[in-house]
């Protein structure tokens, strides 16, 4: 379809910096606000943009809708009644349209959300059927808060995560004029990839706040000795590099150097927890694939 009418439920930083990257690759563009305020804030800043009370009945002629909304973790739980009450809404607009729909969760949610709870809850309240009436894809944000605009715009990578191929093309459409590397797949696959990109980044940050300390308490320039790490270390400056699957760490260094610095980092006081956890999967890893570790042979190079 060329030019699909985009509808962004939820404009805040990730909607509304997805509705304006659209905008300006000429694409029609309206925002559903929660509250008067947001909706006459963006109104005055020129965007088209409605209530939920507004336009239902047959008057929602959009093509696709991207569900922007929080999904904020409580009590360290996700909380996903945001997501669940803005497919009711949804299901309840499209419930009297004619034309097919393409419903695209752009939240972070779990895998299986986007099946088990948002398509799920579309057809109950539009009475239509998935892949007949509508479709659905799973489309991660790659963002950064402060550059949100400028990276919707120029996205390093698009993921289109399809509940069938119906699906998938009308969001390829959408992003057809955008200059970035395009990947198809599932919608768990999608859900999936987000979480393992926001979940390496938490655990390589962690990694050298935890080097940068015992760095510190021994007198060593932390910032020369990673800037060095990010030119010598293969999972550097290598993107394939630990993805493939090739079991658990081994050779003649990985295992007896992580123990190494942690017998070390140990004597001397220092905390190495992600250290000590990283061995400790590593550990599991071969004692579910069958693997026997030769603790004797490591300590005996230490």
């Not at 809404?89 to 709870?117: A, C, M, N, Q």
């Not at 539009?126 to 991660?140: L, T």
């Amino acid at each position: 379809m060329k030019n699909p009418k985009v509808c962004i439920v939820g404009p805040g930083v990730v909607g509304l910096a997805t509705g304006r990257s659209f905008l300006a690759k000429g694409l029609e563009v309206a925002f559903f606000g929660r509250t008067e305020s947001a909706v006459v804030k963006l109104k005055n800043e020129g965007f088209k943009a409605y209530e939920r009370k507004d336009v239902l009945n047959g008057a929602f002629d959009f093509d696709i809708t991207f569900l922007t909304v929080p999904t904020p973790t409580i009590n360290a739980k996700i909380n996903l009644d945001a997501m669940e009450l803005a497919a009711i809404d949804l299901g309840k607009r499209i419930r009297f349209t004619k034309k097919y729909h393409l419903v695209v969760v752009k939240s972070t949610v779990p895998p299986g959300t986007t099946e088990e709870l948002v398509i799920k809850t579309v057809e109950e309240y539009s009475g239509k059927k998935i892949g007949k009436d509508f479709g659905a894809c799973m489309n991660p944000e790659y963002l950064r808060e402060e550059t949100a605009y400028d990276d919707a715009l120029n996205p390093w990578v698009i993921a289109i995560g399809e509940y069938d191929k119906k699906s998938g093309d009308l969001l390829y459409d959408a992003y057809e004029s955008f200059n970035s590397p395009l990947f198809r797949c599932s919608i768990r696959e999608a859900e999936m990839q987000k979480y393992v990109h926001n979940l390496y980044n938490a655990a390589k940050i962690s990694f050298f706040n935890e080097m940068r300390e015992i760095a510190k308490a021994s007198g060593i320039d932390s910032e020369r000795v990673f800037n060095i790490t990010s030119l010598s270390a293969e999972g550097m400056w290598n993107p394939k590099y630990g993805i493939k699957d090739r079991g658990p760490f081994s050779g003649s260094c990985l295992p007896k150097d992580t123990q190494a610095f942690l017998r070390w980092s140990e004597q001397k006081g220092y905390n190495a927890d992600l250290l000590k956890t990283v061995i400790d999967v590593n550990d599991k890893h071969k004692e579910r694939l069958g693997i026997k570790t030769d603790s004797h042979a490591i300590v005996a190079r230490l």
